[in-house]
């Protein structure tokens, strides 16, 4: 999927071609570029520029210093690569693009996980991702330190505020998800979304699920709602926490935090890609 996106990304960068290298560059003139750290943060996606390099032309050599999940400071040089100018001038915006958002993603996970630092609970992402991005951001989040959720709609059973409501209830959505793994031979986990603790005790007395998204919980709900559970489910909080509340919601005893921001509005970590003289 990646080596097709790449391809896909350079036809829609360079189009009929890069004009403006063309024009002023010789096309066998050689030379060097160095990726360097304009911004405090978490390096990511060294390894999918890597990719990148060698999709577009296989002789470029890239040298690296810095590895995936470093904390990086401005001046650091993560790599140089060394070959066709025409190549490294026509790579060097994919390649920023993708580095600096997963970097940005990476940076923004390992400050929420310093957060919830000494407590049992993990930081998980969600699918509020970029469409045709998401292998990506969600490896950003692994780089930071963070856990990923399900990838898609076909790797866990989540049922939430609407599949409840359009399946008639907690306990009908329940047997009905159980119902249609068992007739299928699926073995996927079951997650449920409940809104309030009344529906709480309705899935703990149903049971048949092995995660409880605690969804828009208050600190307080949250933390009476794991004395309930009691260690049969796991917990999951999710929905409005920010980097003020996360670890008043940690310290809950919950096992997951997820959290869109990591993902859907996260600033990219600041670099550049120069010519070294």
Same mark, same amino acid.
């Given at each position: 999927?990646?080596?097709?996106?790449?391809?896909?990304?350079?036809? +829609? !960068?360079?189009?009929?071609?890069?004009?403006?290298?063309?024009?002023?560059?010789?096309k066998d003139a050689m030379g060097k570029s160095r990726l360097? $750290?304009?911004? /405090?943060?978490?390096? =990511?996606?060294?390894?999918? =520029?890597?990719?990148?390099?060698? =999709?577009?032309?296989?002789?470029?050599? #890239?040298?690296?210093?810095?590895?995936?999940?470093?904390?990086?400071?401005?001046?650091?040089?993560?790599?140089?690569?060394?070959?066709?100018?025409?190549?490294?001038?026509?790579?060097?915006?994919? #390649?920023?693009?993708?580095?600096?958002?997963?970097?940005? $993603?990476?940076?923004?996970?390992?400050?929420?996980?310093?957060?919830?630092?000494?407590?049992?609970?993990?930081?998980? !992402?969600?699918?509020?991702?970029?469409?045709?991005?998401?292998?990506?951001? @969600?490896?950003?989040?692994?780089?930071?330190?963070?856990?990923?959720?399900?990838?898609?709609?076909?790797?866990?059973?989540?049922? @939430?505020?609407?599949?409840?409501?359009?399946?008639?209830?907690?306990?009908?959505?329940?047997?009905?998800?159980? =119902?249609?793994? *068992?007739?299928?031979?699926?073995?996927?986990?079951?997650?449920?979304?409940?809104?309030?603790?009344? +529906?709480?005790?309705?899935? $703990?007395?149903?049971?048949?699920?092995?995660?409880?998204?605690? !969804?828009?919980?208050?600190?307080?709900?949250?933390?009476?709602?794991?004395?309930? $559970?009691?260690?049969?489910? +796991?917990?999951e909080s999710s929905g409005g926490i920010t980097k003020e509340?996360?670890? *008043?919601?940690?310290? /809950?005893?919950?096992?997951?935090?997820?959290?869109?921001?990591?993902?859907?509005?996260?600033?990219?970590?600041?670099?550049?890609?120069?010519?070294?003289?």
């Amino acid at each position: 999927m990646l080596e097709n996106n790449i391809k896909n990304w350079f036809l +829609e !960068d360079i189009g009929t071609g890069d004009h403006s290298t063309l024009s002023c560059i010789p096309k066998d003139a050689m030379g060097k570029s160095r990726l360097i $750290i304009k911004d /405090t943060g978490v390096i =990511a996606g060294v390894e999918v =520029a890597r990719k990148v390099f060698s =999709a577009f032309d296989s002789t470029l050599k #890239m040298t690296q210093f810095i590895s995936d999940g470093s904390e990086v400071k401005p001046g650091n040089i993560v790599f140089e690569v060394e070959g066709k100018i025409h190549s490294l001038l026509q790579t060097e915006r994919l #390649m920023l693009n993708i580095m600096q958002r997963m970097s940005g $993603i990476a940076t923004r996970t390992r400050e929420y996980i310093q957060l919830i630092e000494g407590t049992k609970a993990r930081i998980l !992402d969600t699918r509020k991702t970029t469409p045709g991005l998401r292998d990506l951001e @969600k490896k950003a989040v692994l780089i930071g330190g963070g856990c990923n959720h399900r990838f898609g709609l076909y790797d866990m059973i989540m049922l @939430k505020d609407n599949h409840i409501d359009f399946a008639g209830g907690i306990p009908q959505a329940i047997e009905q998800a159980n =119902a249609y793994l *068992s007739e299928r031979g699926l073995n996927l986990k079951i997650e449920i979304e409940v809104r309030n603790l009344d +529906e709480l005790d309705q899935v $703990i007395t149903k049971g048949g699920v092995q995660r409880i998204m605690l !969804d828009n919980f208050t600190v307080v709900d949250t933390r009476r709602a794991v004395e309930l $559970i009691n260690g049969r489910f +796991e917990t999951e909080s999710s929905g409005g926490i920010t980097k003020e509340t996360i670890r *008043s919601y940690a310290l /809950t005893g919950v096992d997951y935090i997820s959290v869109g921001a990591l993902t859907h509005s996260v600033k990219s970590l600041d670099m550049s890609f120069k010519a070294v003289k």
